[in-house]
């Protein structure tokens, strides 16, 4: 039974988060917003520096090898985020859970985010599901959301990138 689609919409923000950083604090506040995030406080360049330590983190865990290793650098990310699920109704679109304490700064409100998201997803979809492109020159990271589970690249241009090269290596 699923309960809580929570995972992936964190998964995937701290996915493009990490892909392309953001540089200063207006731009992850533009950037949070955009992905459905209610800021209850002005952004400060602490903020900032908190979400990159959370995403230097977060490309350990997507970066593990051994599912073992992933899930100790999760539960890391979870001790260090230290936050109570709590039922909200903070923008009146009704109630729902968050595992954020209430009025937290951006940068310890992802960090809450991305860790709960992420072991949501993991423990969810699959320990395998989190990863990069297989595209060797591709560093992007995606979350495999896919309904076998078999994603290996980030974009359909890589796979296809992909597929003539091995064509091309076939024919040569």
Not at 95 to 120: M, Q
Not at 129 to 145: H, K
Request: aromatic share 4%; proline share 3%.
């Amino acid at each position: 039974m699923h309960l809580n689609p929570y995972g992936e919409d964190a998964v995937n923000l701290a996915a493009d988060l990490a892909n392309r950083r953001p540089t200063d604090p207006e731009e992850l506040a533009d950037r949070c917003r955009a992905a459905g995030l209610a800021l209850e406080q002005p952004v400060s360049d602490g903020d900032l520096a908190h979400t990159q330590e959370t995403l230097d983190s977060w490309e350990k865990v997507v970066d593990a090898v051994e599912e073992q290793e992933r899930a100790e650098l999760v539960n890391g990310m979870l001790a260090a985020a230290t936050a109570h699920p709590r039922l909200t109704d903070h923008a009146g679109t009704g109630w729902h859970l968050h595992y954020r304490d209430a009025h937290r700064p951006l940068g310890a409100l992802l960090s809450s985010l991305i860790s709960v998201g992420t072991a949501l997803h993991l423990a969810g979809r699959g320990m395998h599901r989190l990863r990069r492109c297989a595209v060797t020159e591709c560093t992007t990271i995606f979350a495999d959301t896919s309904r076998t589970g078999r994603q290996r690249y980030c974009s359909q241009r890589c796979a296809n990138r992909d597929a003539v090269r091995r064509h091309r290596a076939r024919a040569a």
